[in-house]
């Protein structure tokens, strides 16, 4: 890291070198050090700020790969109470969902920065959905969870009219409106389904207010991506939790994030200051292997991704089979600080099955051996099969590897 006059351009306080903004990427994001195991999942949400939600399970659902990729086998039934169970008698709930970066469980404590977003929604008055009678329909929703809450959708009369997934029914629009609007909130998921409840009940009264005003809101939004990225162009900031560019730029100073240089990006970046100030320790600490969720924080950022690791992934649940190149849920391997491969993975039994792999090089093999074998145990499977690999060679060597 260069500090001195002559190596700082722009005003910024440090030029930093490709793999020291990754170390301080992944150490942000819980994936460099000793992990917090005291702190648990819970931790790991409120370090990250967000965890984004998907309805994809393959070895686990995304929510739960998050904190499994930072701690280990940590027990999926504990990452959820962790996400959702009470705090302690009548004082709310560890986390709620709401629209971040996508639809994402958030640290309670963040409930009073999303009212600027609240705000908005009720600025514009109107979901994509239009209710036939708005009034009504969310007065009804309001009384049912006022006598019988917490209640999904079809506690509450019913999430569709009977069509595709989208033909949702009158009562389902204005839950999901109410929620919008930060009337209602997101307690937890039972079955894939949101539970609702009203959030005057679920918010703790400290937290239960909207009195930031939108520049407060945005600018503690922007200050937490950063912490939770380490380093980040305007860009990376507002994407975390879909910001637009002119937002940032109207708080980043305010932010106490400091202007960096990164060799190799092209483009002004911000660093939080107490990473950057113990990033010489970072130096020779413990790298996790892992398979990431394609929705992991560390990743979700496709062009961020490219910048950082020189890695190029897309998603291609939803791409037709003939058109994929890597597979339905191609989960990256983080190794020593870099993305070496991918996999599809599978299970059938208690068989882990790589349905398709692809590696950077020999190097590559026994890191995904390591986190395959740790992988299966965590979802319970005992046995890992190879199914395909895009190098006859490495096939072989992995498939030695993972006996």
């Known amino acids: 890291m260069t500090t001195s006059a002559a190596g700082r351009g722009r005003g910024a306080e440090a030029v930093l070198s490709a793999g020291e903004a990754r170390r301080l990427a992944l150490h942000a994001q819980g994936l460099l050090g000793a992990p917090d195991r005291r702190a648990g999942a819970r931790g790991v949400l409120r370090r990250l700020g967000a965890v984004q939600l998907d309805t994809i399970s393959v070895l686990a659902r995304s929510h739960e790969l998050?904190?499994?990729?930072r701690l280990g086998a940590i027990g999926r039934d504990a990452v959820e109470r962790a996400y959702w169970a009470p705090q302690a008698a009548g004082a709310g709930p560890h986390g709620f969902e709401y629209w971040s970066h996508a639809a994402c469980i958030l640290p309670v404590e963040e409930w009073p920065l999303f009212a600027f977003r609240r705000r908005a929604f009720v600025a514009r008055g109107h979901r994509w959905h239009a209710m036939k009678d708005a009034e009504r329909s969310c007065a009804s929703v309001r009384d049912r969870l006022k006598a019988d809450g917490p209640l999904t959708a079809s506690e509450l009369g019913g999430a569709k009219n009977g069509g595709e997934w989208y033909d949702w029914s009158e009562t389902k629009i204005a839950v999901e409106w109410l929620l919008d609007t930060?009337?209602?909130?997101?307690?937890?998921?039972?079955?894939?389904?949101?539970?609702?409840?009203?959030?005057?009940?679920?918010?703790?009264?400290?937290?239960?207010?909207?009195?930031?005003?939108?520049?407060?809101?945005?600018?503690?939004?922007?200050?937490?991506?950063?912490?939770?990225?380490?380093?980040?162009?305007?860009?990376?900031?507002?994407?975390?939790?879909?910001?637009?560019?002119?937002?940032?730029?109207?708080?980043?100073?305010?932010?106490g994030l400091?202007?960096?240089?990164?060799?190799?990006?092209?483009?002004?970046?911000?660093?939080?200051?107490?990473?950057?100030?113990?990033?010489?320790?970072?130096?020779?600490?413990?790298?996790?292997?892992?398979?990431?969720?394609?929705?992991?924080?560390?990743?979700?950022?496709?062009?961020?991704?490219?910048?950082?690791?020189?890695?190029?992934?897309?998603?291609?649940?939803?791409?037709?089979?003939?058109?994929?190149?890597?597979?339905?849920?191609?989960?990256?391997?983080?190794?020593?600080?870099?993305?070496?491969?991918?996999?599809?993975?599978?299970?059938?039994?208690?068989?882990?099955?790589?349905?398709q792999v692809s590696l950077d090089g020999p190097a590559a093999v026994a890191p995904m051996a390591r986190a395959l074998r740790e992988a299966a145990e965590w979802v319970g499977c005992d046995a890992v099969r190879i199914e395909r690999c895009d190098d006859a060679q490495l096939a072989a060597a992995l498939t030695r590897a993972v006996c």
């Open 66 to 69: 998050v904190p499994y990729a």
């Open 182 to 255: 930060g009337e209602v909130v997101c307690t937890e998921r039972r079955g894939w389904k949101r539970v609702y409840e009203l959030a005057e009940r679920a918010i703790p009264d400290a937290l239960f207010h909207d009195d930031l005003d939108d520049a407060a809101c945005i600018r503690q939004l922007v200050a937490q991506a950063g912490a939770a990225m380490g380093v980040a162009t305007r860009a990376d900031l507002a994407d975390y939790h879909r910001l637009k560019g002119e937002q940032v730029d109207a708080v980043i100073g305010d932010t």
């Open 258 to 355: 400091v202007p960096v240089e990164v060799a190799g990006w092209g483009k002004p970046a911000w660093a939080d200051p107490q990473a950057l100030a113990g990033l010489s320790a970072l130096k020779g600490r413990r790298h996790r292997t892992t398979l990431l969720s394609p929705f992991d924080s560390l990743i979700w950022d496709r062009p961020r991704t490219e910048r950082m690791f020189g890695f190029t992934h897309r998603l291609e649940a939803y791409v037709p089979r003939p058109k994929r190149v890597h597979g339905y849920f191609a989960m990256p391997l983080l190794t020593g600080g870099r993305l070496a491969g991918r996999v599809d993975p599978a299970r059938e039994g208690r068989t882990l099955v790589a349905r």
